[in-house]
């Protein structure tokens, strides 16, 4: 059986659920199966999506019963444990100390020193727990908390919190608290007495109190003697603040050490040698099969516990020569082989491994496989939560990515050539022959990409052709089933790319059906409604809503039209923020058709690719100069945009939209509250007549601070939002 020296995120999840006192609320949800698949990982290529379905859901029942600032707390906390553990998986390569000693020190060096923080960071949000009686029994210093809330003694407290005598003498000594239950608030409200005494306490104390009763169930199912160790690591901390970094280096060495064995030297030349084989300008697949075949035998000689340091490495080289040979189904199981015995241990060799077979099994079109690859990604870190779908175009953008790494084969989803060169003799024009089909869908490129006649009229011809095209039965309503492209996508990029809306401004007059107006196209996911807003035309947006375009659908990575058109409105007033272009470069943006093309499929390699091509384009006053004129093509002058924004709430928008500009943020905006960071008065009092809610906050507010639309504009130094809302505050009291 294969261990891990960290553990896996599905089995911790469990086991924290378990420990807190909620697997009961899991059984009753009918949960509780796919909570043990997830921790057994038998269910490939869900894994992710069962987290995130459970981790929402314990996220909402712990807000009903402690209160949204402590449910926050608990998601926040298992987020920062979870990246914690996957950058360190990732990054250390655990097979040669994949045994007790490994375990050990990152129980004492990892495990421990998380948990002294997390209480250290508790106790500082939440004051009020007597931290020095904790260790030995948090139970008891919350029936210390609880009596002190109450006005009790603390033996009346622990009598009203279980009716048997024998169970909280156990629970005051320390031992697990089984018979404690999720919901704790019912058993919070026991101890504070009758209704009438429960009067006397703020929703804000129960939830405290209920808040610290979930945290020390939990935390008192740790045994007694990792409660010491936290105990001491909590005391040593004051003095030495534990350092991730110096974790994974200790742990690098111990395992650098442990593996020092002589297959490693006499492995590494062959690896290379194995390398060189495979380069284009130096194929040589007779010489890499002779190469692996010795390769093979070397790590035979081995014991089984070394071979799993090295079986991984020859068998995504032997699944790369078949796949180079065309040998689909023996590189497809050397993949299959190589990804699960590097998994959860392999440190930097997951990266190239997980990439390598998610790009072939999506080149050759195994669904299966793909998705099951591409679920341990997200499982891994290597892609952002939360998890998108491998859909239809996220796999086109992959297939870009299979064709640059196994060239010259070619990916089975049709994908465009990187670039498509039209030679004419003279002038677009249709001809008659086209005229007779001009529906018929051709193949171009080799076959790679398909359009129709009235298709590419609208993408290089003029009005006249597409009106003739039209006139002989052309369809504004056809697309391609693959990409999502139309004439109608095709008339709307040429608009905004070459500032030639005509035959875009034609289209729109005619009766397009609703699917038409909302339809994704191309790996961008664009809509008809996201490229209007891209260029500003207000008309074209009124229109497109007239059609049936909804308002609320995505747009990019935010979640609605007008959250996206507020931010370009943002890019165009602020020209000099970095904030985006900071955040295209960090990789947190989503993975483009670009950034695939040049290598970078998966979210993790974003920031290297874009940093290279910012790289380029300062790397001369002339690439400079070029990227400035593109950008100030597409970021439009701010009138035309705050135009958008007005038609956008005429035709009904939420004004109070929800949205997260990180998935793990508490923050949560809404386009009223980002247009008093914005500024813009006029756009901030259109958002307030249309509904726009200036009392709604980003995060539960403090008794110090209310986190509103004020708050947000005294931050930001937008004055005249402030006076705004001051003077509207005022005139409602005299009202």
């Not at 280096?249 to 111990?254: I, N, R, Y």
Request: charge should be neutral.
């Amino acid at each position: 059986m294969t261990t891990y020296v960290f553990p896996q995120l599905g089995l911790l999840l469990r086991a924290l659920i378990t420990s807190a006192g909620y697997r009961r609320r899991i059984t009753d949800l009918g949960l509780d199966k796919d909570l043990d698949d997830l921790a057994s990982d038998s269910r490939p290529g869900s894994s992710c999506d069962l987290m995130q379905q459970i981790e929402d859901t314990v996220q909402r029942d712990m807000a009903a019963d402690c209160g949204v600032q402590w449910a926050q707390f608990f998601r926040l906390a298992w987020h920062k444990t979870r990246d914690a553990i996957q950058q360190s998986v990732r990054s250390l390569d655990t097979g040669p100390i994949a045994d007790e000693s490994g375990r050990e020190v990152v129980r004492l060096g990892f495990e421990v020193p998380m948990l002294s923080g997390l209480v250290r960071l508790v106790a500082h949000q939440h004051p009020g727990m007597d931290i020095d009686s904790w260790w030995t029994s948090p139970v008891a210093a919350w029936v210390k908390l609880a009596a002190n809330f109450a006005k009790l003694t603390e033996s009346e407290a622990v009598s009203r919190l279980h009716e048997t005598p024998r169970t909280t003498e156990r629970w005051m000594a320390g031992e697990p608290t089984r018979e404690l239950q999720w919901p704790f608030r019912p058993s919070v409200l026991q101890v504070l007495g009758g209704n009438s005494d429960r009067k006397q306490h703020s929703p804000h104390d129960v939830d405290q109190l209920t808040g610290w009763l979930t945290f020390a169930v939990a935390f008192q199912s740790l045994a007694i003697e990792t409660r010491e160790l936290v105990r001491r690591d909590f005391e040593l901390r004051r003095q030495h603040p534990w350092s991730m970094g110096e974790f994974m280096t200790k742990l690098t060495h111990q395992s650098l050490v442990a593996g020092a064995l002589p297959i490693r030297e006499l492995a590494i030349p062959l690896l290379t040698r194995i390398e060189q084989h495979f380069s284009v300008d130096r194929r040589n697949l007779d010489a890499a099969q002779s190469d692996l075949n010795c390769f093979q035998h070397l790590i035979e000689q081995e014991a089984p516990h070394w071979r799993r340091s090295y079986q991984h490495i020859h068998d995504r080289f032997a699944g790369r020569l078949a796949a180079i040979q065309g040998r689909e189904a023996d590189a497809m199981a050397f993949y299959a082989k190589a990804v699960e015995g590097v998994w959860w241990f392999g440190g930097q060799n997951q990266l190239p491994m997980l990439n390598e077979a998610l790009l072939y099994a999506v080149g050759v079109g195994d669904s299966v496989a793909a998705k099951h690859y591409w679920d341990k990604t997200f499982m891994l870190g290597l892609n952002r939560w939360p998890k998108r779908q491998l859909d239809e175009q996220e796999r086109r953008r992959l297939a870009f990515s299979f064709e640059r790494q196994f060239s010259p084969q070619k990916a089975k989803d049709r994908v465009p050539p990187p670039v498509e060169i039209i030679l004419r003799d003279a002038p677009f024009e249709l001809s008659q022959e086209q005229l007779k089909n001009p529906n018929r869908k051709v193949k171009h490129a080799e076959g790679r990409t398909r359009r129709t006649p009235l298709m590419d009229a609208a993408r290089e011809g003029s009005l006249s052709d597409v009106k003739r095209a039209i006139a002989a039965g052309g369809d504004p309503n056809d697309f391609i089933k693959e990409s999502g492209e139309g004439p109608l996508t095709y008339a709307m990029r040429r608009a905004c790319d070459r500032g030639d809306p005509v035959i875009m401004d034609y289209l729109l007059k005619l009766d397009l059906l609703e699917d038409t107006v909302n339809r994704q196209a191309s790996t961008s996911r664009e809509t008809p409604l996201k490229i209007a807003i891209e260029m500003a035309d207000a008309a074209a947006v009124e229109r497109l809503i007239a059609l049936g375009a909804d308002v609320e659908q995505a747009s990019d990575y935010v979640p609605s039209a007008l959250c996206y058109a507020m931010l370009l409105l943002h890019g165009s007033i602020h020209r000099t923020d970095p904030t985006q272009e900071a955040a295209y470069l960090e990789g947190k943006t989503r993975a483009d058709v670009h950034d695939a093309k040049d290598g970078a499929a998966l979210d993790i390699a974003l920031a290297t690719r874009r940093q290279r091509q910012a790289a380029l384009r300062d790397a001369s006053p002339r690439n400079r100069a070029i990227f400035d004129a593109v950008m100030e093509h597409y970021v439009r002058p701010a009138e035309p945009r705050r135009e958008v924004v007005r038609t956008l709430l005429k035709c009904g928008a939420d004004a109070n939209r929800r949205y997260k500009v990180e998935p793990h943020h508490l923050a949560e905006w809404t386009p009223t509250l980002f247009a008093a960071q914005v500024g813009d008065i006029d756009i901030f009092k259109s958002l307030v007549e249309h509904g726009g809610d200036t009392d709604l906050v980003l995060m539960q507010s403090s008794a110090l601070e209310r986190y509103d639309a004020l708050w947000i504009a005294v931050d930001h130094g937008r004055h005249a939002i402030v006076d705004f809302l001051v003077k509207r505050a005022s005139d409602s009291r005299i009202s």
